[in-house]
């Protein structure tokens, strides 16, 4: 069964610390993974998009990794501001299948002053 | 938001009412999806479009139907609204063209039937 996990379900860190979110998929075959973020009342916007190959994608001080062998993503989060409080969903599209998008529930992130 | 509008953005009705969410884009993008948002879950796809008048069953179809008369709009319909269809709604659109492409989500619905 495809599934998407993503860990820890809630973070609380403190502005200007860095953190990281972990992906673990079972999704095959495996297309393209991407990191979406998603303020409170918004839909999702995308952070950051990689294919196969890739095994690393920066967006600002947002930063993905890919390692496709272990089927495992990370997204780091450099100096944080109050600003990327939110929650951070990793997606995972299938190359076949009719519902080719699966979603993680997501990482809720809260920076503190 | 990619030029993606939903209609309305809070609605609360009653058990046994029909209720019509309404998507509209304005970057002519092929393909088209309805997702629900839920605690506990990631976003459920429940109907999708990948042209005017070519729609598909999702993951969590029952109770919904859909319509797509123009690119641009394409309209979720609850027949009969029940309480287990309360929730958050998202409409998202993909171009289709180009690898990687990717969905571009709406603001979102938040439905409440009591």
């Known amino acids: 069964k495809n599934q998407v996990e993503q860990s820890p379900q809630s973070l609380i860190i403190l502005e200007g610390k860095n953190c990281t979110l972990q992906?673990?998929?079972?999704?095959?075959?495996?297309?393209?993974l991407r990191w979406y973020k998603q303020d409170t009342g918004r839909g999702p916007v995308s952070l950051t998009i990689?294919?196969?190959?890739?095994n690393t994608k920066s967006n600002g001080r947002y930063t993905a990794t890919l390692d496709a062998d272990t089927k495992q993503s990370s997204l780091h989060i450099t100096a944080s501001q109050l600003s990327d409080s939110a929650s951070y969903i990793c997606?995972?599209?299938?190359?076949?299948?009719?519902?080719?998008?699966?979603f993680g529930t997501g990482t809720r992130l809260k920076v503190l002053a | 938001d990619a030029g993606i509008t939903q209609s309305p953005r809070h609605k609360v009705t009653e058990t046994g009412t029909p209720v019509t969410l309404r998507c509209h884009q304005t970057?002519?993008?092929?393909?088209m999806y309805w997702y629900r948002q839920d605690p506990g879950h990631g976003l459920r796809l429940i109907h999708y479009s990948y042209g005017v008048k070519d729609t598909d069953k999702g993951e969590v179809s029952d109770g919904y139907s859909v319509s797509r008369s123009k690119t641009e709009d394409f309209l979720l319909t609850l027949e009969s609204a029940t309480s287990s269809q309360t929730s958050v709604y998202f409409c998202a659109t993909r171009s289709g063209t180009g690898l990687p492409d990717t969905q571009y989500f709406g603001p979102g619905t938040r439905l409440t039937v009591l």
């Open positions: 997606v995972v599209s299938a190359a076949s299948g009719t519902y080719k998008y699966i």
């Open positions: 992906c673990n998929y079972t999704v095959s075959p495996f297309s393209n």
């Open positions: 970057e002519n993008h092929r393909y």
């Open positions: 990689m294919t196969f190959s890739e």
